[in-house]
C-alpha cells in the first residue's frame, strides 16, 4: 500500500520559513511518480502550487531526493496569505495495481501577523 506522509507544518510569523517534506513509502516507484504539491486556504478550494505562479514565485521551492524517496516545499518569506492545509501528491504510472494518484493527509501552515 503506497502511503505519503507530510511533515513540517506549523506555525511561523510573516517573514519567516518553513520546509515541508513528504516522503513516500513505497520507494521503489518513486521515480514513476510526478510529484506535485497543493494547499487549501480556509474557505478556499485546494490549488495546485506552481513555482510559477505569481502568488509563490521566488518565495518556493520544490526539490526531492531519490534516495530517500522524500520530496520537499521549501516555503520563504511567508506572508498570512500563505496560511493553508498543505497535501503533497504523486501521480504514479506502472501496472495497474500501482498506477493512480497518491495523496497525503495534509500539514497545516499557520502565518501570524
Known amino acids: 500500500q503506497v502511503q505519503l506522509v507530510e511533515s513540517g507544518g506549523g506555525s511561523v510569523q510573516a517573514g519567516g520559513t518553513l520546509k515541508l517534506s513528504c516522503a513516500i513509502s513505497?520507494?521503489?516507484?518513486?521515480?514513476?511518480?510526478?510529484k506535485r504539491w497543493y494547499r487549501q486556504p480556509p474557505g478556499k478550494e485546494r490549488e495546485l502550487i506552481s513555482i510559477l505562479n505569481d502568488s509563490v514565485k521566488g518565495r518556493f521551492a520544490i526539490s526531492q531526493d531519490n534516495t530517500k524517496s522524500m520530496f520537499y516545499l521549501q516555503l520563504n518569506s511567508l506572508t498570512t496569505e500563505d496560511t493553508a492545509v498543505y497535501f503533497c501528491?504523486?501521480?504514479?504510472?506502472?501496472?495497474?495495481?500501482?498506477?493512480?494518484?497518491?495523496w497525503g493527509r495534509g500539514t497545516q501552515v499557520t502565518v501570524t501577523s
Open positions: 501528491a504523486a501521480d504514479c504510472t506502472g501496472p495497474p495495481d500501482i498506477a493512480r494518484v497518491y
Open positions: 513505497y520507494g521503489t516507484i518513486f521515480s514513476r511518480c510526478v
